[in-house]
């Protein structure tokens, strides 16, 4: 295996957990003069699921359990990470995610003005053509996802189990991205990445329904985890991080589309080469359902020890 380009993916990818409203200062990049991407969940009891991105600006964020739209927010970006304020959403014990632009890393975040009834380009920078998209409608209203694996026009709902079709509505080129015309006037805040060798995974697999449940394959050991149902539709979204729970199995799953605090009971291992679901629930590896699949590294592949 090769040396990746990543050696520590912790660049531009990680994770703090925090409690009692305190804030996030030892970033390893300066979020006020690159973009940066921020998903912050209350792990001790209910509360929205916040979205921050530098490109919003200070004090507004979106609640992703909700949807797209813009909401007034005490957090602000500073030089070593962000400062929290006072909302409810950042008291108690919260675990925050933080994502880098980079085309190194495949990540870009823009803000793009659209008028229905016209397609809308805008520049994207995420190194080539984006795997996997999150479009926010900052004036309200679902938050698209785009997966590469999905049928033309295809999409899941990141604050509801759904999916849908709808031709047209996102399309990509390795640097520009368009919104179809079809979509509701206003901004939105989209969100790319791109797989990239012993960093980032954007993939698909079907559920075994048992508990030796389906392998995931990447070619690095994974911190962060996200899977959907794509083929049902009725399921939640499940996030797992290593961060959360050392060792395996990683038990502990956020869900996008609820405010619910870590479920508990749905198993998976974070192994050297991926992730093996360990449970028989629908949440995760029912059987013959397809999950889309999202996850960044820990460790890349050429430096994972077997686990």
């Not at 912050?40 to 964020?61: P, Y």
């Not at 080129?173 to 012993?198: D, K």
């Not at 394959?217 to 149902?229: A, H, L, Q, S, T």
């Not at 991926?274 to 820990?298: E, H, P, Q, S």
């Amino acid at each position: 295996m090769p040396c990746p380009d990543i050696l520590n993916p912790d660049d531009y990818v990680t994770t703090r957990e925090r409690t009692g409203g305190a804030d996030v200062a030892n970033l390893p990049w300066n979020p006020t003069i690159g973009k940066t991407f921020h998903m912050a969940k209350r792990l001790d009891t209910a509360s929205n699921f916040r979205v921050t991105c530098s490109e919003l600006g200070d004090n507004l964020a979106i609640n992703c359990n909700v949807g797209g739209a813009e909401v007034a927010s005490s957090h602000s970006f500073i030089a070593g990470g962000i400062s929290v304020g006072a909302d409810t959403e950042y008291q108690g014990q919260v675990f925050h995610q933080f994502w880098r632009a980079s085309p190194k890393a495949g990540a870009d975040f823009v803000l793009v003005e659209h008028v229905n009834g016209t397609p809308t380009m805008f520049a994207q920078a995420t190194g080539g053509l984006f795997d996997y998209a999150e479009v926010y409608p900052l004036s309200g209203g679902d938050v698209r996802v785009f997966h590469k694996d999905m049928a033309s026009g295809g999409y899941l709902i990141l604050n509801d189990t759904g999916n849908g079709t709808d031709a047209g509505w996102l399309t990509r080129t390795a640097n520009t991205g368009t919104l179809g015309a079809q979509m509701a006037s206003g901004q939105y805040l989209i969100r790319m990445h791109r797989a990239v060798p012993q960093f980032c995974a954007v993939t698909s697999r079907k559920g075994t329904g048992v508990v030796d449940g389906m392998f995931v394959p990447m070619d690095f050991e994974p911190r962060i985890f996200v899977g959907k149902d794509g083929s049902d539709g009725i399921y939640n979204w499940a996030l797992y991080c290593s961060d959360i729970a050392e060792g395996n199995p990683v038990s502990d799953a956020l869900r996008f589309n609820l405010d619910t605090g870590l479920l508990g009971s749905v198993p998976i291992d974070m192994n050297s080469n991926g992730v093996k679901a360990r449970n028989a629930d629908n949440f995760i590896n029912k059987l013959g359902v397809t999950y889309r699949c999202i996850a960044w590294a820990r460790t890349p592949g050429k430096f994972a020890r077997a686990r």
